[in-house]
């Protein structure tokens, strides 16, 4: 188990690794200052309603029309795409809109950012390392393997399910345009980018929520004891408690209901709740459960009466689950401004993916115990394998080492009275030795512990369970 739990360990250390290393790339915006443009350039290559207020913007200025460094400082080039949405609000089109801050920005030197492909690289390959646990878990529970499906299976299946629809979701943001700035879409594009990440909030709450659910019923299985199990059905029903809340609060964040991914433009009109605070109270609650449930079965798990390093790779399996805290805190960070972006479609990047990376790493945390079966199966079957081998090399034909067999070791004979053998006058005694033997029952194989109550506070012992 040790030996497992350091493999898995080192796997989650180097996909924390390529996560950091992925996510720097994406997170880094680098920019260019360089004119690209005059001022009677631009202006003649903007949408005509875009043009009238840009030049209108410029001359409310402290810039004159020859000083396109002043135009494209920082503060005033802000100042003149604020000026620019409000004046063409009445009169030009959405799209004739972003295409006036797209030229503006163009010219100006901004750098045009597209993510998308990093974006896309990181997610898969997140699916794919969850894909692996996932599938170990199930094929540990086959009937091959001696397993069956519980309950925290079934959730982890669900989790799953809700995993890949989330993945499917974030491949067609990217195709539609996150990861990339605002002004270089059209306005239907930027609609439906809103949208889906909308729907994804649904999916990240209940995803998150399915596999907290299936650890705690894992922890219910496991864990007989009465007063843990009254911890975990409470930490469930606040699991169902916490969902259920949120899942209302989104379906109510504003009215009407369609202002959610409308109001990008300011051509709409309509009100929401606090957005910022209502995402932050979902992820610091989600971050308080995430370190309780990892941390519940410690206290038991030190208890175990074994040897250290199963003791230590048991816990450490446990502990791995933290990695998820992580990513919920890191997540946290790109919270702050989301709601008031004006760059939607490059701002929700990062928190799309650190959404993504939480999520992934939620499942292979929760499937890490049924690869650390799955293997340790493997490697008892070989060792089966291997030593009915060995039994046939020691006793020849007069052993078998298949399944239930047995074997009659004759001890020779005996006489008595008289100096030749076997006459009718003679005393006889044989003696023979049956040896029987069978296979472990299949729930003796298992490689998850169950930890039961000897009836002593706090005395417990470690049995194999099939399940």
């Known amino acids: 188990m040790y030996l497992l739990t350091s493999r898995a360990t080192r796997l989650v250390v180097s996909l ?42 410029v001359a409310n200025s402290t810039c004159t029309t020859s000083d396109m460094t002043c135009i494209c400082s920082s503060t005033n080039q802000a100042a003149i795409i604020d000026y620019m949405r409000e004046c063409g609000n009445p009169n030009c089109t959405v799209d004739e809109s972003l295409r006036g801050e797209q030229y503006v920005k163009v010219a100006c030197g901004a750098t045009q950012h597209d993510e998308a492909s990093h974006l896309r690289s990181i997610s898969w390959t997140l ?25 925290d299976d079934w959730f982890i299946v669900a989790s799953f399910a809700v995993l890949t629809a989330v993945s499917i979701g974030a491949e067609l943001m990217f195709d539609f345009g996150m990861g990339r700035d605002i002004w270089q879409l059209d306005s239907t594009r930027v609609t439906i980018v809103l949208i889906l990440f909308y729907v994804a909030e649904f999916a990240y709450v209940i995803e998150s929520a399915l596999t907290k ?8 299985r496991i864990f007989p004891s ?9 930490m469930l029903a ?10 209302i609060t989104l379906l109510t964040y504003c009215v009407p209901f369609t202002y959610v991914w409308t109001m990008w433009d300011h051509r709409h009109s309509g009100t929401c709740i606090n957005m910022t605070a209502q995402t932050y109270v979902c992820a610091s609650l989600n971050i308080i459960m995430d370190v309780t449930i990892f941390l519940m079965p410690i206290p038991k798990l030190i208890k175990l009466e074994t040897d250290w390093k199963t003791k230590i790779g048991v816990i450490f399996t446990f502990l791995l689950g933290l990695f998820v805290t992580v990513c919920s805190i890191i997540r946290l960070k790109y919270l702050a401004g989301w709601a008031s972006s004006t760059n939607q479609t490059y701002d929700y990047a990062a928190l799309a993916l650190w959404s993504l990376i939480e999520l992934n790493a939620g499942v292979i945390c929760a499937c890490l115990p049924g690869m650390a079966s799955l293997f340790r199966r493997i490697k008892k079957s070989h060792d089966d394998k291997k030593r009915s081998q060995s039994y046939g090399n020691s ?7 298949s399944k239930g067999g047995s074997r009659m070791l004759n001890s020779g004979l005996r006489t008595y009275g008289g100096s030749g053998g076997g006459g009718p006058g003679d005393i006889m ?8 033997y069978k296979q472990r029952a299949d729930d003796e194989l298992s490689d998850e512990v169950e930890l039961m109550d000897q009836g002593v506070p706090d005395a417990l012992r470690m049995n194999r369970i099939d399940r």
Request: with cysteine; charged share 10%.
């Open 127 to 151: 699916y794919a390392v969850a894909l692996a646990c996932f599938g170990s878990r199930m094929i540990a529970r086959t009937s091959r393997f001696g397993g069956i499906f519980w309950y």
């Open 238 to 247: 606040f699991i169902v408690c916490f969902a259920l809340a949120f899942i």
């Open 213 to 220: 659910t299936s650890i705690v019923v894992l922890y219910l």
């Open 395 to 401: 006793y020849g034909n007069n052993s078998s080492a």
């Open 429 to 436: 005694k044989t003696t023979s030795v049956s040896v029987q």
């Open 16 to 57: 924390v690794a390529c996560v950091f290393v992925s996510s720097a790339v994406v997170a880094a915006q680098p920019t260019s200052r360089s004119i690209q443009a005059t001022y009677s350039e631009l202006v003649v290559s903007l949408p005509e309603c875009e043009a009238t207020c840009f030049t209108a913007a």
């Open 226 to 234: 009465r007063g843990f199990r009254v911890a975990c059905l409470s």
